[in-house]
Nanobody
């Protein structure tokens, strides 16, 4: 059974940093590109970042690439999202997902998703 578990979210102040983790559990195959998305209340889920299986290439939403960094540790079966200089508009539930197509911007390019972790940034 494919399963991903996110962690690391919480309540922080504007300007703070957070590191989110996404761990593959059990016998989940991890040799796929992985992505992070987020969904704010009342809004559609939006692309944040994606990393190749090897970790040697990554993609970001244009508005976030200056502040967010995606990495992975294949030995640990974990993908990370480092978020710096957080803003109130970064408040959302953050999800990781396994990529199965080259359409990295759309949710349809991913099959299995984690349950999400809440990030709340106060002003």
């Amino acid at each position: 059974q494919v399963q991903f578990v996110e962690s690391g979210g919480g309540l922080v102040q504007a300007g703070d940093s957070l590191r989110l983790s996404c761990a593959a559990s059990g016998r989940t195959q991890f040799n796929y590109p992985m992505g992070w998305f987020r969904q704010a209340p009342g809004k559609e889920r939006e692309f944040v970042a994606r990393i190749s299986w090897s970790g040697d290439s990554s993609y970001y939403a244009d508005s976030l690439k200056a502040r967010f960094t995606i990495t992975r540790d294949n030995a640990k079966g974990t993908v990370y999202l480092y978020m710096n200089s957080l803003k109130p508009e970064d408040t959302a539930v953050y999800y990781c997902a396994r990529a199965v197509s080259d359409d990295y911007l759309s949710t349809s390019g991913y099959d299995f998703w984690g349950q999400g972790t809440q990030v709340t940034v106060s002003s």
